[in-house]
């Protein structure tokens, strides 16, 4: 879609027009869907939250900025919706601050033992990777490395490094929805 040809539905929809809202959601729903699998990597999680996304937009049509970039405006606006999903299912398992302060030391041991049992299993978990994606992990979330840096310092290209850590990444989050589907299946019976 050209570009004056987005700006024009984006106006057009923020009027009301159903055909350039219809428009905006043909053109951008795979790139929006790609880019939220990217970020997710929870396809039903994407699909409900671009839905959503399109949603809140038609709702709020006549009170949208003008935007001049709406590829990114769209993208941002998703990225948000599923860092926020994502946050409010981690919030929901988390204990409150307050029940912190009222925990027992046995507790506090306890959790203590988890932490340490979350350790191992992510060292379990990186034994899953190749030894350059296991380096190239440690120095990207360790080490607090930039792309760039890594890439500079194991002497590859940049691309290469962003290549085997997005295929590690998605290693470790497959072995980690088959525990999930695992603890899951057996706290349920």
Not at 19 to 45: D, I, K, M, P
Not at 160 to 187: C, D, G, P, W
Request: with cysteine.
């Amino acid at each position: 879609m050209a570009d004056t040809t987005e700006h024009k539905h984006w106006n057009q929809f923020r009027t009301g027009d159903r055909a350039a809202f219809l428009s905006l959601y043909e053109s951008y729903y795979q790139a929006l869907y790609a880019f939220g699998c990217r970020v997710s990597g929870e396809r039903e999680l994407v699909k409900d939250a671009i839905h959503e996304l399109f949603c809140e937009l038609w709702d709020r049509r006549f009170h949208l900025p003008e935007v001049t970039q709406i590829k990114s405006y769209l993208f941002t606006y998703l990225k948000r919706k599923l860092v926020k999903e994502q946050s409010l299912s981690l919030d929901s398992l988390q204990v409150t601050t307050h029940q912190l302060s009222e925990r027992s030391y046995e507790e506090m041991l306890m959790d203590q033992q988890t932490d340490e049992g979350n350790r191992l299993r992510m060292q379990q978990l990186l034994t899953k990777l190749t030894p350059g994606q296991r380096e190239m992990i440690r120095l990207r979330y360790y080490e607090q490395l930039s792309y760039e840096s890594i890439a500079e310092q194991l002497q590859v290209q940049p691309r290469t490094v962003y290549n085997q850590i997005s295929e590690a990444l998605k290693t470790l989050r497959k072995h980690v929805q088959v525990l999930t589907s695992l603890l899951l299946f057996f706290l349920i019976r």
